[in-house]
């Protein structure tokens, strides 16, 4: 078995567990009954997005892949619904620290875009919605994209109509430190957006909207080839759902 090399797979599960094990404390309560670990249940769950497939099927494959319960120490394998509960339990925060320290060693160069997708929500229950009276809303995910290596450094997800302007500082104030350059198009134009990355001396590259002639003047000045890098956002977006689907799962 040792003379066998690694997959992709299994180098995949020890970099997040790794990775998992530097943000995550080890149990979330003190009377846990510390069966499994939480970096152990978020390495599971990334494994479970990593290979498109159900709760069931993961546990079921699991059985067959000795390597992989070894890289994480796994002495039993969890149920499908102790994993479920874990994802329920697990805050976004949690994620977007996991996903920060993932960066760590990428080619960075600060030149960022801010662009805003839809998922839909529509897959949910129509029999449970109707019986409740619940308006299921769409999901706008916002990201924040490094332009030179396509790597996501954040993501913000609500089910409220909050304007772009109402989100863009909240991200802009978590990643300060990785932003030189901020890209984003006419539904960023907001002074106080603007103001905000000035003062953290990030450069805002956001087009405005063209009420008079003096903004279509400012827009003919933007640095158009920093500009258009923005577009990096899409693509991201595009392969995002792509590979996941453009819609949310009630059921997994």
Same mark, same amino acid.
């Given at each position: 078995?040792?003379?066998?090399?690694?997959?992709?797979? #299994?180098r995949?599960?020890?970099?997040? =567990?790794?990775?998992?094990?530097?943000?995550?404390?080890r149990?979330?309560?003190?009377?846990?009954?510390?069966?499994?670990?939480r970096?152990?249940?978020?390495?599971?769950?990334?494994?479970?997005?990593?290979?498109?497939?159900?709760?069931?099927?993961l546990?079921?494959?699991?059985?067959?892949?000795?390597?992989?319960r070894?890289?994480?120490?796994?002495?039993s394998?969890?149920?499908?619904?102790?994993?479920?509960?874990?994802?329920?339990?697990?805050?976004?925060?949690?994620?977007?620290? #996991?996903?920060?320290?993932?960066?760590?060693?990428?080619?960075?160069?600060?030149?960022?875009g801010?662009?805003a997708?839809?998922?839909?929500?529509?897959?949910?229950s129509?029999?449970?919605?109707k019986?409740?009276?619940?308006?299921?809303?769409q999901?706008?995910t916002?990201?924040?994209?490094?332009?030179?290596?396509?790597?996501?450094?954040?993501?913000?997800?609500?089910?409220?109509?909050?304007?772009?302007?109402?989100?863009?500082?909240?991200?802009?104030?978590?990643?300060?430190?990785?932003?030189?350059?901020?890209?984003?198009?006419?539904?960023?134009?907001?002074?106080?957006?603007?103001?905000?990355?000035?003062?953290?001396?990030?450069?805002p590259?956001?087009?405005?909207?063209? =009420?008079?002639?003096l903004?279509?003047?400012?827009?003919?000045?933007?640095?158009?080839?920093?500009?258009?890098?923005?577009?990096?956002?899409e693509?991201?977006?595009?392969?995002?759902?792509?590979?996941?689907?453009? =819609?949310?799962?009630?059921?997994?």
């Amino acid at each position: 078995m040792n003379d066998v090399p690694k997959s992709d797979l #299994l180098r995949f599960v020890e970099r997040t =567990f790794e990775l998992a094990q530097q943000v995550i404390a080890r149990y979330s309560l003190k009377c846990s009954k510390r069966r499994y670990t939480r970096p152990q249940q978020v390495v599971l769950l990334c494994l479970k997005l990593k290979k498109t497939t159900t709760y069931r099927d993961l546990v079921d494959e699991l059985i067959e892949m000795p390597r992989i319960r070894d890289a994480l120490n796994l002495d039993s394998i969890p149920a499908p619904s102790t994993l479920c509960k874990a994802f329920d339990r697990l805050e976004m925060a949690v994620w977007r620290v #996991l996903l920060r320290v993932s960066l760590v060693g990428l080619p960075l160069d600060g030149v960022t875009g801010i662009d805003a997708s839809g998922f839909e929500r529509a897959h949910a229950s129509a029999h449970y919605t109707k019986r409740t009276n619940l308006t299921i809303q769409q999901l706008k995910t916002t990201l924040l994209v490094d332009t030179a290596t396509n790597a996501v450094l954040d993501i913000h997800a609500t089910t409220t109509r909050k304007h772009g302007t109402q989100i863009a500082p909240q991200v802009v104030k978590r990643n300060v430190e990785s932003i030189t350059v901020l890209a984003g198009d006419k539904g960023y134009d907001d002074q106080k957006l603007r103001r905000l990355a000035c003062d953290h001396d990030v450069r805002p590259l956001i087009k405005h909207r063209e =009420f008079s002639s003096l903004h279509k003047a400012w827009n003919t000045r933007l640095d158009t080839d920093l500009y258009h890098q923005r577009n990096m956002n899409e693509t991201v977006n595009a392969a995002i759902k792509q590979k996941f689907g453009a =819609f949310v799962r009630s059921r997994v």
